[in-house]
């Protein structure tokens, strides 16, 4: 299993970026798929999942309305377009795979993670 992130990078607040997780070793399909991320001197914490089939998605609180999580089951392929950046979105963004087939609800982050990919926005 490998997941690989990219992506990340500097923005000004209000800015935009587009995180992509490559997935590969594995049947991407039979997976729900999320993205977490971890600010320094802080827990991980989910940000978005989104379903195996791609159907369905949720968001933490802080995020919702300015970013989308999307999947291409045909390219192995998990994307997190985050808009409105702000700079409490700081932190190392990481890409799970989910411990089975996901069809909403609590999400439950599986074993495989990626190498994480910086994300950081100025004031």
């Known amino acids: 299993v490998q997941l690989v992130e990219s992506g990340g990078g500097l923005v000004q607040r209000g800015g935009f970026l587009r995180l992509s997780c490559a997935a590969s070793?594995?049947?991407?399909?039979?997976?729900?798929m999320s993205w977490y991320r971890q600010a320094p001197g802080k827990e991980r914490e989910l940000v978005a999942a989104?379903?195996?089939?791609?159907?369905?998605?949720k968001y933490v609180d802080s995020v919702k309305g300015r970013f989308t999580i999307s999947r291409d089951n045909a390219k192995n392929t998990v994307l997190l377009q985050m808009n409105s950046l702000k700079p409490e979105d700081t932190a190392v963004y990481y890409c799970?795979?989910?411990?089975?087939?996901?069809?909403?609800?609590?999400?439950?982050?599986?074993?495989?993670w990626g190498q994480g990919t910086q994300v950081t926005v100025s004031s």
């Open positions: 799970n795979r989910g411990s089975g087939y996901y069809s909403g609800g609590s999400y439950t982050p599986g074993d495989f």
């Open positions: 070793g594995f049947t991407f399909r039979s997976y729900g």
């Open positions: 989104i379903t195996s089939t791609g159907g369905s998605t």
